[in-house]
């Protein structure tokens, strides 16, 4: 069955500085990558997608890229903040609405 | 919309106890997942529903595990009998093909703890 692996489990910044997070899947008929992010306590919730067409796309402070070929995409969120910390979860579906999840990414933004 | 409704929000119970978790999807949602969160195994996905019919339950870990969803309002996850390892938190997601995104909104989640 599909497998996403994500690195790093634990990332800890300076407020400020970029944090990049990293998947890798190995469905090659994936086809929508979306990210989620869970604060303590909190629902997972979309914070950005990218569909298998477009190599990257950006959203204020946070890009995703996509490279297919490779089968690796990944989070990249500059100006990092505070309230950035969160566990984020990256997952891959093959359109037909199954999603399959990262193990998480810890993100420490220290002030 | 009130998003993904989930009960109980917490539920402690002792081995051997049946448990039964609710959810109920945003309204026009026509996919429902039940995903499982725990520190060792992340989120896993248990089963989801289309159009209130199960398409794939293969990440139900055990026959004591059980879903329906009788009406496209309601879903149910059941758990007899429980054990200790069944402790997590049980997260409900509902989505909608038409957003053509595959975006899953969840609920709030409900923390089971099996003592």
């Known amino acids: 069955g599909e497998n996403v692996e994500q690195h790093p489990s634990t990332l800890s910044v300076q407020e400020g500085d970029s944090a990049v997070i990293k998947c890798t899947y190995s469905d090659s008929a994936s086809n929508y990558f979306p990210w989620y992010k869970q604060e303590l306590g909190k629902r997972p919730q979309l914070i950005i997608d990218?569909?298998?067409?477009?190599g990257e796309k950006k959203d204020q402070r946070i890009a995703v890229t996509l490279n297919k070929t490779a089968k690796h995409f990944s989070l990249h969120i500059t100006e990092t903040q505070p309230e950035d910390s969160a566990v984020y979860f990256c997952?891959?579906?093959?359109?037909?609405?199954?999603?399959?999840f990262g193990a998480g990414t810890r993100l420490f933004v220290k002030a | 919309d009130a998003g993904v409704i989930q009960s109980p929000r917490h539920e402690v119970t002792e081995m051997g106890q049946e448990v039964t978790l609710r959810c109920k999807p945003i309204?026009?949602?026509?996919?429902l997942f039940w995903y499982r969160q725990t520190m060792m195994r992340g989120l896993e996905l248990l089963i989801y529903?289309?159009?209130?019919?199960?398409?794939?339950d293969s990440g139900m870990p055990e026959d004591r595990f059980s879903a329906k969803m009788p009406n496209a309002s309601f879903s149910t996850l059941k758990i007899q009998p429980s054990e200790p390892r069944d402790s997590a938190v049980y997260f409900c997601?509902?989505?909608?093909?038409?957003?053509?995104?595959?975006?899953?909104?969840f609920g709030e989640g409900s923390r089971l703890t099996v003592l």
């Open positions: 309204s026009g949602h026509d996919y």
């Open positions: 997952a891959t579906n093959t359109g037909g609405f199954k999603t399959i």
């Open positions: 529903f289309n159009n209130n019919v199960p398409i794939d």
């Open positions: 990218i569909r298998s067409n477009v």
């Open positions: 997601a509902s989505s909608f093909l038409r957003l053509n995104t595959g975006e899953l909104f």
